[in-house]
């Protein structure tokens, strides 16, 4: 098959396949289970088919005519290759997981039509070339996050949903002024047509607030640790799979592939990002609920990865879409274990748990692994892209961002310990068993990717310099 | 031979890692057999690569630098070659002492991973090769820890993280400076003035490599692990592999990396920290109570003499220092496994509750004091020998107070020895441990073995620093001057060594002193210097965890956090919560007026908006 089918089969497979899961569960709920696991697992492959045409380096552009200038244009490069690849296989394993998790509840049907979904507009909003289709994603995207926070639909819940949703959309909409600033200065919403062009800060600043918002950066993160009142699948899949690795993808296809920024504005995003790390951090040292101390965690780590992107020298950037894969497997580790704590105690307060390790050993030691993992410990997958990030930090000459990065991951190694001492170690206060076979295999899974990912980096690396050296192409 | 080679003691003992911890815990005799067989081949590698002594792998890896790449040569594989050699002990040790251990998959498991990493640190020829080791033994450590099972173990095992964490995310920090100015990250190919700039990455990289050695104020969590952690440990990892690991990076850092002078700033900052570890965590050995906590102390206590020496720059008193590591791997090692003997026959090491052990356990007892006498620096013992060149470096810097703190240092080294010794093996039986024998074989062979070592290394001393201090002090030289540090070594008759013999001679006065004062308890020895007025005090501060660098640097880390939650994270939401909703439902209310019912209105507003809309999109398509 040629590559450009493959995108795009990529896009609308889960993009109309989620359209017939309803239809699948009016049959029966078995089906509805085979077809989203089926679906997903046609996402979580097809990527894989790229890696070739990745490693090729260099991009393939396919574009359709449409009408007003609309253009439907898809970039197939290394970058969105691993975006793909990345996001797909973690959605993926969260369907599986949701089997176990959420088989007792309702409105199952648009539980999965959302979900799967959700990966289908990822997977349109990685591979978009345009504007206006990045922003049609962006927030078919928001749509579906919206009902998933709000699954369990109790008053409260729905409140924080409507929170999430009015903050991500409000920055949105002001991003979609950014882009017609930019339509007014170039008269196109073509990415590929506007490669190299100098955009004024003023763009900078309104499309800093949709990413920001969207991936959850100080000062527009509270909705992340809001939205934990979802079902902790959805959390997993907003903070490791799609939705907050939305914002620093952008950043990389605009504010890098794209389009020349201001210096005094990636200066801005450089600071803003480690001090997003930092304030976040403490938040997750503070908390006690334990979705809330893993929610603060991935802002904390979010501002890493803008961090490394927004210094753009090679070491940085590689090392921040390292982190989009190594951040990805361990947190979405760290939230299924969490879930299956949460579903076995039916407590979320870290306080009130303890001694769990005794009921639930694969638990907390793919638990411990992903949160070794997420502090940038060696072996473990999570060191290497830290380091990067860090030492090209360093190189770029941001010596008080390094060290202050440094500082967070000191931060971090606190308080994750501390959640996993008080969760899992000490005197058992709520015993209950490992769940099913379907979660424990997951988060088994994903801890043991974590280790290889480490060990086996030049793999994943090989792509990640690739791409690195695809979008920095203005360093050449 | 083959440059792939240089991965086997990287590779082998990870596999074995694996294979040990897959078997089934029911299996004992072939684990045990396995173990200890794949650590002799540990210690034939470590042989077979020491005679070879040259050679260096290279491929890549990461791109930009980032390259996987090894190198052997005289100081790593002497390092390598002690790291196998006190792998086999400890391992042989293991084989009764953990024995009916819980968790005893695991334990081999984090024992030989410990090991593979340590010697990829070693090897290692590039920054991120080498941080990725060295912070990767963290985890091994943070396990080992663990499987102490006591109450507290996981508390000091976090402990251990954290420290271990801070030092080596400065290291990485000072790795990156090294590479942003000289554009390289190979190993051998940097050499820096430590000045500016430099002079940052020189004390971040030093953090790093101290604080794996276990040196003030980076050592809070070894006294906690002696108490937590199983004893094999403790003699596995702070009394030998982190000294070894940390004094070799330290002493690379102070003679390849940079260009360390004699009293330079940099040369300063080492002797002082150097200085002040050793005093500072003597007194506190001197007050002990527990065997294993007492040794702890010291662990950390020694590493004052490495650094002081390596400090000085002199190249008698770096081969000092370099000297002392290994000696003092020896010794502590030694020490520790007779405490494990002891706590492995009567189940306790508190002083108090031992005494007259040496009838019934005649090995361990001459193994120990072999051991204390030797980190007493006692004539003709390898403690002697290396410490002697450290007092020469330190008084050749011209700073005469730091000999001085090293030699008030060795006074109250051998009080406290005197006061453990006489505690557990001489005096009076104590009545409160039922009749015992002496431990098996495999436990005392070990003990044996670095007690004999301790002999060789001090009377036979040019046979260790011929073949390897020399060596790795020779390149640094001044141009045509010959280094013999064998000659005259263990000459009695010299100023310095006399002022030493003082030292002990001192020692042995405070301790009958006490002992006297205490009614002829051995282990009230120390009580006269631990009631003086002031050190009183201070002591009962330390006991509280005052000084504790872990305790206050934890509170501080929480309180900063509750700050940033308080007035920055909590002030952001609230305006999204309150703020923006009343702002929202001013307008809400506002607009609500507009819908007053009426036919008129709702078409004015509709033309209105019409109108706009129009006229945008005009403007728009201009």
């Not at chain 2, 968790?103 to 984090?110: D, G, K, L, P, S």
């Not at chain 2, 090897?123 to 963290?138: G, Q, R």
């Not at chain 2, 390898?382 to 002697?388: I, R, W």
């Not at chain 2, 607009?591 to 209105?608: D, P, V």
Request: aromatic share 12%; with cysteine; proline share 4%.
């Amino acid at each position: 098959m040629k590559v450009e089918t493959i995108t795009q089969l990529i896009i609308f497979i889960p993009l109309l396949g989620s359209l017939l899961v309803p239809l699948a569960g009016a049959i029966s709920p078995k089906l509805r289970s085979f077809w989203s696991v089926l679906i997903g697992g046609i996402t979580a492959f097809l990527p894989l088919t790229l890696i070739t045409q990745a490693l090729k380096g260099g991009e393939i552009l396919w574009s359709k005519r449409l009408a007003l200038g609309l253009d439907f244009v898809l970039i197939i490069d290394p970058l969105s290759i691993f975006m793909s690849i990345v996001s797909s296989f973690i959605g993926f394993l969260i369907i599986v997981y949701s089997l176990g998790y959420i088989h007792h509840e309702e409105h199952q049907n648009e539980y999965y039509l959302m979900v799967v979904m959700f990966i289908g507009s990822m997977m349109g909003l990685v591979f978009s070339g345009s504007l206006v289709f990045i922003y049609l994603f962006w927030e078919i995207i928001a749509i579906a996050c919206w009902r998933l926070i709000g699954f369990y639909r109790q008053k409260d819940y729905v409140l924080k949903a409507d929170k999430a949703f009015l903050m991500t959309f409000g920055g949105a909409v002001v991003m979609l002024l950014g882009f017609i600033l930019i339509y007014a200065q170039t008269g196109t919403f073509d990415l590929t047509a506007m490669r190299g062009v100098a955009i004024p800060g003023s763009a900078v600043l309104l499309i800093l607030f949709g990413l920001f918002s969207k991936s959850a950066t100080v000062p527009l993160h509270t909705w992340l640790p809001d939205a934990g009142v979802a079902p902790t699948t959805v959390t997993a899949l907003l903070h490791a799979a799609v939705l907050v690795k939305i914002g620093v993808y952008a950043y990389a296809r605009l504010f890098l592939y794209t389009f020349k920024i201001p210096a005094a504005w990636q200066q801005a995003v450089i600071i803003m990002a480690v001090i997003s790390s930092l304030i976040a951090a403490a938040g997750a040292v503070v908390e006690n609920d334990i979705k809330r101390i893993l929610a603060y965690s991935t802002i904390s780590q979010i501002g890493y990865i803008f961090l490394g992107l927004s210094v753009a020298n090679p070491t940085a950037v590689s090392g921040s879409l390292l982190y989009i894969l190594m951040h990805g497997l361990a947190k979405a580790g760290l939230f299924l274990c969490a879930g299956i704590v949460i579903h076995s105690t039916n407590k979320r307060d870290i306080r009130e748990m303890g001694g769990l390790i005794r009921t639930m050993p694969m638990t907390a030691i793919s638990f411990l692994i992903c949160a070794f993992s997420v502090i940038g410990l060696p072996p473990l997958g999570g060191f290497f892209s830290k380091l990067l990030v860090i030492m090209g930090a360093i190189k770029a000459n941001q010596i008080w961002v390094a060290a202050l990065a440094l500082f967070t991951a000191i931060l971090t190694m606190y308080y994750l310990m501390r959640v996993f001492s008080l969760v899992f170690l000490g005197e058992l206060k709520v015993s209950a068993p490992e769940k099913t076979p379907s979660m424990v295999g997951v988060v088994t899974v994903l801890a043991l990717f974590s280790v290889l990912a480490g060990f086996f980096v030049s793999y994943p690396m090989k792509l990640v310099q690739l791409a690195t050296t695809h979008i920095t192409w203005w360093l050449r | 031979m083959m440059a792939t080679t240089l991965l086997w003691p990287i590779i082998f003992p990870a596999v074995m890692a694996i294979i040990l911890f897959l078997i089934p815990a029911r299996i004992k005799l072939v684990r045990e057999v396995l173990a200890v067989l794949s650590s002799v081949v540990m210690l034939y590698l470590g042989f077979s690569l020491f005679l070879l002594k040259n050679l260096s792998l290279k491929t890549n890896w990461l791109g930009m630098g980032i390259n996987f790449d090894f190198r052997l040569y005289q100081f790593s594989a002497f390092i390598l070659l002690a790291l196998s050699g006190f792998l086999f002990l400890i391992v042989l040790y293991s084989t009764i002492k953990m024995k009916d251990h819980p968790r005893i998959r695991e334990y081999y498991a984090y024992v030989f991973l410990a090991a593979a990493f340590s010697n990829g640190a070693v090897l290692a020829n590039n920054f991120v090769l080498l941080v990725f080791f060295w912070e990767a033994i963290l985890i091994t450590t943070y396990a080992l820890i663990t499987l102490g099972l006591k109450p507290t173990s996981h508390r000091t095992a976090v402990k251990s993280l954290i420290i271990g964490g801070l030092c080596d995310f400065s290291m990485i920090m000072g790795i990156g400076l090294i590479w942003a100015s000289t554009g390289t990250l190979t190993m051998d190919q940097v050499h820096l003035e430590p000045y500016g700039l430099a002079a940052a990455a020189f004390i971040l990289m030093m953090i790093g490599a101290i604080g794996k050695a276990g040196a003030m104020p980076f050592h809070t969590w070894i006294p906690d692990a002696a108490l937590d952690a199983p004893v094999t440990f403790m003699a596995f990892m702070p009394a030998s592999f982190e000294k070894l690991l940390g004094i070799y990076l330290l002493a690379r850092i102070s003679l390849d990396f940079f260009e360390l002078k004699v009293g330079s700033p940099m040369a300063m900052v080492l002797l002082i920290i150097g200085a002040a570890t050793i005093v500072l965590a003597v007194f506190m050995a001197l007050i002990q109570k527990d065997l294993k906590k007492l040794l702890s102390f010291h662990a950390i206590s020694q590493v004052g003499y490495m650094i002081l020496g390596i400090g000085t720059a002199i190249p008698i008193g770096i081969a000092g220092g370099i000297f002392h590591m290994i000696n003092h791997a020896m010794y502590k090692t030694g020490l520790f496994l007779s405490a494990g003997s002891v706590e492995h026959r009567t189940g306790t090491t508190e002083l108090k509750k031992l005494g007259g052990l040496a009838r019934e356990m005649p090995w361990t007892a001459f193994g120990f004091s072999v051991c204390a006498l030797a980190i007493s620096g006692v004539w003709p013992l390898n403690g002697f020998v290396s410490k002697e060149m450290v007092f020469h470096g330190a008084l050749e810097t011209g700073y005469p107070i730091f000999a001085i703190a090293a030699w008030v240092g060795a006074i109250f080294t051998f009080a406290s020895f005197l006061k453990a010794g006489h505690s557990v093996f001489f005096g009076p039986r104590s009545t409160e441990v039922p009749k015992t024998r002496e431990s098996q074989w495999s436990i005392v062979l070990p003990i044996l073995i670095l007690a004999i070592l301790c002999i060789t290394f001090g009377v036979y001393n040019k046979l260790p620093l011929e073949n390897f201090i020399q060596p790795v002090v020779a390149g640094h030289a001044e141009p045509g001057q010959h280094i013999d540090l064998a000659a005259g070594a263990l000459n009695l008759f010299t100023p310095i060594a006399g002022v030493s013999m003082l030292c002990l001679l001192i020692a042995l006065g405070l301790h009958f002193y006490g002992w006297k004062q205490g009614g002829k308890k051995a282990y009230l020895a120390s009580e006269p210097i631990h009631r003086l007025p002031v050190l009183h005090q201070l002591y009962d501060l330390s006991e509280a965890r005052f000084f504790d660098i872990y305790e206050q640097g934890v509170k501080f880390l929480a309180w900063l956090s509750r700050m940033l939650f308080k007035f920055i994270d909590r002030p952001i939401d609230f305006i999204y919560e309150k703020v923006v909703v009343s702002i929202g439902r001013f307008f809400t209310v506002l607009f609500q007026k507009a819908h007053n019912g009426q036919y008129g209105n709702y078409l004015a507003w509709t033309i209105g908006g019409l109108i706009v809309v129009v006229w945008v999109i005009l403007k728009l398509l201009q």
